[in-house]
Nanobody, 119 residues
Framework: QVQVKESGGGEVQAGGSLRLSCAAS????????MGWHRQAPGGQREFVAS???????NYARIAEDRFTISRDNRDNTMTLQMTALRPEDTGVYYC?????????????WGQGTQVTVSS
């Protein structure tokens, strides 16, 4: 069974940093795109960043210049290094993995990890 699992969430003060990790298991295939989305309390899930298996990153404006995504195709893992965190970055962060041509709605999603940024 293919699964995706996040780790590394927590609480941090504004201006601080957190590193989120994601591991995809249950398949030896290399996922074409792995990415992060987040959902703030009362809000909709929004795209944060993604990276293709070829190493091409894509960032939402909310993540540019503050977040860095990386991945290791050898073990289907991914990280999101977040710096200069703001209270509005608070939310549940989800890792997802999808194959080429599949929309995010068709991706394999994790259960999410909570990130809380206090002012």
């Amino acid at each position: 069974q293919v699964q995706v699992k996040e780790s590394g969430g927590g609480e941090v003060q504004a201006g601080g940093s957190l590193r989120l990790s994601c591991a995809a298991s249950g398949s030896t295939a290399v996922w074409h795109t792995m990415g992060w989305h987040r959902q703030a309390p009362g809000g909709q899930r929004e795209f944060v960043a993604s990276m293709t298996s070829g190493g091409t990153p894509n960032y939402a404006r909310i993540a540019e210049d503050r977040f860095t995504i990386s991945r290791d195709n050898r073990d289907n893992t991914m990280t999101l290094q977040m710096t200069a965190l703001r209270p509005e970055d608070t939310g549940v962060y989800y890792c997802a993995a999808r194959q080429w041509g599949s929309p995010w709605s068709g991706a394999v999603w994790g259960q999410g990890t909570q990130v809380t940024v206090s002012s």
